[in-house]
């Protein structure tokens, strides 16, 4: 079969022939529908190098984000699970034997330092492909919802909406604001989430303009980047500044950006990967204002995102490309020139 691989640190990923897997015990083979190609991806063959925190070993086919139909099942697997039926899978895999991974937070087990990957796409062979191998607890069924356009969800739609509900305490009540930093295939979604969730006014900021309109489309009031970017974000917010703000960038100025932006006693959510920091001091930051990060989201979470996809209040802006092209789906991801998200279709 053919597949996207990530064959080397620091290369461009090749379209090559890939042998098609077998599902071991407890594992489906799925026919992939679609497979998002996630800016993370770019960190995984440009940036990250051998025994550095996150880099996971080639050679290994990339997609994390996947949907596909069951075309058999491997050793006893439950007769639930419908051969021929849509599916989103669940990408990260834990050891199944910690008390995160028991409560479906596979992305936070306390073994993962002893596993020999990630998820699926992230050092174990992933959806970029004609076929890939998941295990059964990890397949979501879409019904008769749209299986491409539903792949992305299981990354650029999970990590938001994990972002966001844990945020929801800052923006439950009247008059509170939700800032999103970067609205390219997780700040799309991140938006309507919000939308969906909070009765917050969204603000929205990206520095391409048809990232902006896409917010707006969805009920976002938007910000330019550039030098007036904080002042307008707290001119929105009557001087306040923002309950709940979360960057889809997470470099140096994104950070800033955030961090200036924030309400006292509001909440900075960092999920872009691109390395900024901030200095924190008592001086530096509006009083009793919290930090963190998140990384992916729950299997229960997932759930709750396939639900709000087939009741309408996701919809992923995708762009298909078809196998042959999947290589230029990462060319035009690199040089910023995909809107929303893109799907590749084998
Ligand atoms: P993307 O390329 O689809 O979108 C990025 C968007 O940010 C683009 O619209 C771009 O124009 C905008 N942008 C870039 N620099 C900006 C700036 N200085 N100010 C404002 N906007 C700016 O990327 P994506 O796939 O949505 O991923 C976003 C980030 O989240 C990446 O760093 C990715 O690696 C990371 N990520 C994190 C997790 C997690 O679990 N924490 C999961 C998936 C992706
Ligand atoms: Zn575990």
Redesign the pocket.
């Known amino acids: 079969m053919r597949a996207v691989v990530f064959e080397n640190y620091g290369e461009f990923p090749s379209l090559t022939e890939f042998p098609k897997p077998e599902p071991g015990p407890g594992e489906v083979l799925l026919r992939v529908a679609g497979a998002g190609a996630?800016?993370?991806d770019i960190?995984v063959y440009r940036v990250f190098e051998e025994g550095q925190p996150g880099a996971q070993k080639p050679p290994f086919v990339l997609g994390h984000e996947n949907a596909g139909w069951v075309e058999s099942v491997g050793s006893g697997v439950s007769e639930r699970v419908t051969v021929g039926a849509a599916y989103m899978v669940y990408g990260p895999i834990g050891c199944q034997h910690c008390r995160k991974c028991a409560q479906g937070r596979e992305t936070y087990c306390e073994n993962a330092a002893t596993m020999p990957y990630l998820a699926v796409g992230l050092g174990r062979d992933g959806g970029m492909a004609e076929y890939m191998t998941v295990p059964e607890r990890h397949l979501i069924p879409l019904g008769d919802a749209d299986p491409v356009a539903a792949a992305p969800l299981a990354?650029?739609g999970l990590?938001p909406y994990h972002a966001v509900k844990q945020s929801l305490p800052y923006l439950n009540g009247g008059g509170r604001y939700a800032l999103v930093?970067?609205?390219?295939?997780?700040?799309q979604i991140g938006v309507q989430v919000l939308r969906a969730l909070s009765g917050a006014t969204v603000i929205a900021?990206?520095?391409?303009e048809e990232?902006r309109a896409r917010a707006e489309a969805d009920g976002a009031v938007t910000v330019a980047?550039g030098d007036r970017q904080v002042e307008d974000i707290r001119e929105l917010t009557g001087g306040r500044g923002a309950d709940a703000v979360f960057d889809?960038?997470?470099?140096d100025?994104?950070v800033s950006a955030a961090a200036a932006s924030v309400a006292q006693g509001g909440r900075v959510n960092v999920?872009?990967?691109?390395g900024g920091t901030h200095e924190f001091s008592f001086f530096t930051n509006p009083y009793e204002s919290y930090l963190t990060n998140?990384?992916?989201g729950s299997v229960g979470e997932l759930w709750e995102v396939v639900d709000m996809y087939r009741a309408g209040q996701i919809r992923p802006e995708i762009e298909r490309f078809a196998m042959d092209d999947a290589l230029e789906a990462y060319r035009k991801?690199e040089a910023?020139e995909?809107n929303g998200?893109a799907v590749v279709v084998p």
């Not at 900021?205 to 391409?208: F, G, N």
């Not at 889809?248 to 470099?251: E, K, M, N, Q």
Request: hydrophobic share 45%; proline share 3%.
């Open positions: 996630c800016h993370s960190s990354d650029a990590t930093i970067g609205l390219g295939g997780l700040g900021t990206d520095v391409k990232a980047a889809f960038v997470g470099a100025p994104t999920v872009g990967i691109a998140t990384y992916w991801l910023g995909i998200r």
